[in-house]
């Protein structure tokens, strides 16, 4: 007797049949693919012996069945994403998924560099300077009215500049007559010495400190023979052509206080009523 050469499912005749040897045995080729084929992710149908497969994450599919759930187009030899278990072919993904560049328009691709603010995204090469055009990267910028400046355009720009050296003015200015300074650039006309928080007076437009005004321009006491500058609050009095703080304006023989009172000259001095009077 002949051997059998039968199937190890079924157990029916192989002779003349097409058949798959495994190490368990051969199969017809139906036995086969119910015991050993897998089921497509897709259709549901069994993926034959003869037809390509294609696994992802544990999901198997025909070739035909692997494709973008969106277009339909075939992903088996094609880039593509997975966005909630759904196929995506990269254009379908970029144009459901991503974003437009705000300056040329175009997809900003999943994975490349870009650059977001303000709501808005940017190809990292197109956030360029609104003043000198060059790529602002991680570069630090001011926005202004839709427009985007690195920090020296801004400033040359935008920033007011020093009445005194014309340089811009970033922080820590002061004004005088309206006009911003650098701190260290309102002097006094005559010593140098800064007068940022300190009480100055200006001639002819320029800024004086207290001392150098005094010594430059404000009349002399004809007493103490200092210089009488009326800043801060300081009263003084005129007689002709001689002036006096109103602490200097005494009767020279008897010291009384003058202000407000009558006087009489007498020479280089002033005499209150009772000592000129008096005589010599």
């Given at each position: 007797m002949s051997e059998t050469f039968?199937?190890?499912?079924?157990?029916?005749?192989?002779?003349?049949?097409?058949?798959?040897?495994?190490?368990?045995?051969?199969y017809c080729v139906p036995c086969?693919?119910?015991?050993?084929?897998?089921t497509?992710?897709?259709?549901?149908?069994?993926?034959g012996h003869d037809s390509r497969e294609l696994f992802y994450e544990d999901r198997h599919f025909h070739e035909g069945c692997f494709r973008c759930c969106r277009c339909q187009r075939s992903l088996a030899d094609e880039p593509f994403t997975c966005q909630d278990s759904e196929l995506l072919c990269n254009d379908c993904y970029c144009s459901a998924f991503s974003s437009q560049?705000?300056?040329?328009?175009?997809?900003?691709?999943p994975g490349s560099r870009k650059l977001e603010y303000g709501g808005q995204t940017w190809h990292e090469h197109c956030f360029l300077c609104s003043g000198c055009e060059q790529p602002l990267g991680s570069r630090s910028f001011v926005p202004d009215k839709g427009a985007h400046?690195?920090?020296?355009?801004?400033?040359?720009k935008f920033a007011p500049r020093c009445a005194r050296c014309s340089k811009t003015l970033t922080q820590g200015g002061?004004?005088?007559?309206?006009?911003?300074?650098?701190?260290?650039?309102?002097?006094?006309?005559?010593c140098q010495t800064p007068l940022a928080g300190q009480q100055f007076t200006?001639?002819?437009e320029d800024p004086y400190c207290v001392a150098c005004f005094?010594?430059?321009f404000a009349p002399k006491c004809s007493s103490c023979k200092r210089p009488i500058t009326g800043l801060g609050g300081g009263k003084y009095v005129s007689f002709e052509d001689r002036h006096w703080h109103h602490s200097c304006f005494a009767c020279a023989r008897c010291s009384t206080s003058l202000v407000g009172q009558g006087f009489v000259p007498d020479g280089d001095q002033v005499l209150c009523q009772g000592c000129s009077q008096a005589g010599p």
């Open positions: 039968d199937c190890a499912k079924c157990s029916e005749s192989l002779y003349g049949r097409k058949y798959i040897q495994t190490d368990n045995g051969p086969y693919d119910n015991t050993f084929a897998n497509c992710a897709e259709c549901q149908q069994l993926i560049c705000s300056a040329c328009g175009e997809t900003v691709m400046y690195c920090v020296p355009c801004y400033e040359n002061v004004t005088y007559r309206d006009q911003p300074w650098h701190r260290e650039c309102l002097v006094c006309t005559g200006s001639r002819d005094g010594e430059l």
